[in-house]
Nanobody, 113 residues
């Protein structure tokens, strides 16, 4: 199983970005899909997660600004990021759970003031 993340980039504060992460390979059923992020000098933190049934969990720091969604037919998870702040700058990693946790390669999001 491979995960391919895309959509990162450079944006000014207040702007928006949309991340995508598509899973490919031998996939029977995906459980949770989601996103973590890691800023320089900080630990990796959960941003948002969504179950196969659509239950969602957000970090308090992004709640109300970010929206996670998934397309089960495409094995893809999305993260719509609005009202971006400088402190959202990080490498964003997608993940999924199919018995074990699988990680994407990370995509850089940089928010300037």
């Amino acid at each position: 199983v491979q995960l391919q993340a895309s959509g990162g980039g450079f944006v000014q504060a207040g702007g928006s970005l949309r991340l995508s992460c598509a899973a490919s390979g031998s996939i029977f059923k995906i459980g949770v899909m989601g996103w973590y992020r890691q800023a320089p000098g900080k630990q990796r933190e959960l941003v948002a997660a969504i179950t196969s049934g659509g239950n969602i969990n957000y970090s308090g720091s992004v709640n109300g600004r970010f929206t996670i969604s998934r397309d089960n037919a495409k094995n893809t998870v999305y993260l719509q990021m609005n009202s971006l702040k400088v402190e959202d700058t990080a490498v964003y990693y997608c993940y999924l759970v199919i018995g074990t946790v699988r990680w994407g390669q990370g995509t850089q999001v940089t928010v300037s003031s």
